[in-house]
Nanobody, 117 residues
Framework: QVQLVESGGGLVQAGGSLRLSCAASLSTFSIQAMGWYRQAPGNQREWVAGISNSGITNYVDSVKGRFTISRDNAKTTVYLQMNSLKPEDTAVYYC???????????WGQGTQVTVSS
């Protein structure tokens, strides 16, 4: 019953920006944390950024200072503002939500981000 719908991916030149969105469809559930992961062809899925229910954010070192994770006031949509994009940022980006009371992780379907040099 929990669905995550991602959008905002696309093709951008190096140095450009994209803003990813992940909207959660919920009933009476509570999102405890949300995060972004990415996976390039041939690579393992990599954690990129996360935000807790209290708003604490964390980032993988490679995106610090360039990416910003945030949530809306309802805490049902998470965003990833990506600035100063590099070709190595090219990947499929997935959002994840940790949901109570089940304490279960839900994943979005992914959105492609391609950064050209």
């Amino acid at each position: 019953q929990v669905q995550l719908v991602e959008s905002g991916g696309g093709l951008v030149q190096a140095g450009g920006s994209l803003r990813l969105s992940c909207a959660a469809s919920l009933s009476t559930f509570s999102i405890q944390a949300m995060g972004w992961y990415r996976q390039a062809p041939g690579n393992q899925r990599e954690w990129v950024a996360g935000i807790s229910n209290s708003g604490i954010t964390n980032y993988v070192d490679s995106v610090k200072g360039r990416f910003t994770i945030s949530r809306d006031n309802a805490k049902t949509t998470v965003y990833l503002q990506m600035n100063s994009l590099k070709p190595e940022d090219t990947a499929v980006y997935y959002c994840k939500a940790t949901v109570a009371p089940m304490w279960r992780d839900y994943w979005g379907q992914g959105t492609q981000v391609t950064v050209s040099s």
